[in-house]
């Protein structure tokens, strides 16, 4: 089903957030790669929790029963969501960085000193953290190099894979450039040498269809308050894998996948919020089940937003001084999220933006290495654009219309 500008303008009813207005004038939401706002559905599914049924798990009562069944709903569609074969792969955490520190945290307990994790320069620092701080219990960490194109050099990174590879730690859609990774070369890699792989998805997850048992890799992570849900962290593993690890956890608590890297209670309402999101991005797909629905929404969305980014792109080149960074708009797949940087630095505008009610991010979003490696550090890094499913072309238009103008009084 195509999802086109009419879709959009009409899904924006779904969202109450949208109707917030500054100096008369409707807020234009362009911060998605930071998190979506959330339509009424997830906003109804947190709430009926609390209302309803704000209770623990393992109780002989219907309404513990009825707790449980949130939690099992919530796996299943993440399952459906991201392509795993079955919800006993999905666990939960708070976010997703809180889950990579417990990932790795358990991971570091398998390695031994020398053994090697390769990072790379186009990711999110979440996907750095934790495995940089391996590097206490002896591991050596290397990094990826970026190319100036803003794509990963993926002939640097199999120059860094050998023997002593342990983890490869590798995003597959940069929050900061919009830059899709093939994820194929990069399992290959790990392969030849045994190394465990595990996805940053974050970014892709929100914006293209994914299928976890296609892409092949050992563990995959992503955040639900980028796909219109709430915050919660997502990781999908490999059957089999996390019963393989020891997360910390409690001698009293669930032992096998997926609970095993799960600690504390669950946050109930917003799981049911999860499913609530992927329920409701499913709703704009066809199919014969959820599976279906959501890649056939996932791919309509990709190829919408992708014109709201090209729209962008076009207008931006013909305004001075400012440098695009990230791959072309003809590159697919690419996410809907287009950056730039100047000269004279890009937080003034983006402080002119936001006081006319244009929502845009600048600085690095905690992807520190790609400003750094595109040597953006000293001029304030990059002023983001993203879209998600509520955006139109008429908000693109007004954006465009508002830096032009803000250029043009001299900022
Ligand atoms: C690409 C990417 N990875 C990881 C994260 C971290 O996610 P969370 O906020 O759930 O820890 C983000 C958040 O901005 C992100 O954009």
Redesign the pocket.
Known sequence: MAFTAASAAAARADFPALARHMNGTPLAWFDA???TQVPQAVIDAVSRVYRDCNVNLGGLFDTSREAGEVVAAARAAAADFLGAASPAQISFG???????FALARALGRRLQVGDEIIVTAL?????RGPWLSLAERGAVILEARLKSDGTLDLDHLASLVGPRTAIIAA?I????LGTVTPFAPIRELAQAYDALTIV?????AAHLPLDFEALGCDFL???A??FYGP???VLCSRAGLLDTLEPDRLSVQHQAAPHRIETGTPNFAALAGVTAAIDYLAAFGAGADRRERVLDAMQSLADYEHGLAVQYATGLDALPDLMRHGPPLDTWPRAPTVSFARARGVAPLAAALGAQGFQVWHGH???RRVVESLGLADQGGLLRVGFALYNTPQEVDRLLDALRTVIADGL
């Open positions: 790669p930071g998190g708070a976010n997703m960085t809180t889950l990579n990711d999110h620092e979440a996907n995003g859609a940069s929050n900061a940053d998805a974050v970014h892709h992570l992503c955040s308050y980028k915050h919660v962290g979003f905690y992807a």
